[in-house]
């Protein structure tokens, strides 16, 4: 395995109630697991394509484990070790969370696809991001600043506030609410070892 490798973020990392919560290299994670922090998740799946048996497995028996020929491994003095696909943090129970990232797609859930000044359900491509305050006026991108607005509705408004376009917002635009970061996690290395943890 390079060095490269040991760089991606291929650790799934769960906190001690087996709920993902972040992901680490390879090398963060043989350092959490040669400390205690956390141990890592030995999956028997017999032809590595199916998580099986699941045994959390400290850092003095994880370098006994022999490597399948499907396992990742890096050499050491001792011989080649398994790099894990998943483990488990020893002394954290949470699920941090977090606010979804502010982007077109994320601004067309929070509003379900409707216009905000018409209340018109739009298809893609029929609607963009109006700034309730103009950005040519000091307006931000922000949760609180922007709404989805049909492109014609958008154009009508133009460089002007809602109020002196003439319209009005179906509701007050604020910040969805934080979700559990296991909602953000993707396996995009498509490693079969997390699927059971994923939400999607």
Partial sequence: MSASILDLKTVLV??????????????????QMATNAATALDIDGSDCRYAGR????????????????CD???GTARGRIRV????VVVNFSQVPKKRPKFN???????????????????APGEGNIDHILPRSRGGET???NCVLAAR?????????TPEEAGMRLL????????????MFLRNTHGIPDWDPFLVN
């Fill in 14 to 31: 769960l906190n001690r109630n087996w709920q993902a919560i972040n992901t680490r290299t390879p090398a963060e994670a043989f350092c």
């Fill in 84 to 87: 894990p696909t998943v483990i």
């Fill in 142 to 144: 922000t949760w609180e």
């Fill in 72 to 74: 990742a491994s890096i």
């Fill in 104 to 122: 077109s797609r994320t601004l067309w859930e929070r509003d379900g696809g409707r216009c905000q000044y018409t209340g018109r359900n739009l």
């Fill in 171 to 182: 509701q007050e635009p604020k910040a969805p609410a934080e979700l559990p970061v296991t």
């Fill in 152 to 160: 014609d509705v958008n154009s009508r408004k133009a460089d002007r």
């Fill in 54 to 69: 699941m045994a959390p497995t400290s850092w003095e028996d994880w370098q006994k484990l022999p490597v399948r020929e």
